[in-house]
């Protein structure tokens, strides 16, 4: 995810910074959903948690969530099993 950032101080140039997230859970779990989706419900990670009433009211899942709207589907992602 890239977000620009304009300086308050006239002595410090605007930048770019790179944000990363690292997690050892699923990307759709609560916590690390959290940087880039909302959710009414923590468990709400698939269609087949949501209850059909709130699907019809337009509830996304996290996982969609996560490919469709912004940040998620800006995020770069990068896997590694070094740790």
């Known amino acids: 995810m890239r977000i620009k950032i304009q300086a308050r101080e006239s002595n410090i140039h605007n930048m770019t910074v ?6 050892t859970t699923r990307i759709t ?8 989706g909302h959710s009414a419900h923590r468990d709400w990670e698939c269609d087949s ?15 969609r969530q996560l490919i469709e709207d912004e940040p998620g589907k800006n995020i770069n992602v990068r896997e590694s099993l070094h740790y």
């Open 18 to 23: 790179f944000l990363g997230l690292v997690t």
């Open 29 to 36: 779990h609560a916590t690390p959903a959290a940087a880039y």
């Open 49 to 63: 948690k949501i209850p059909e009433a709130e699907l019809r009211k337009g509830c996304k899942d996290l996982g």
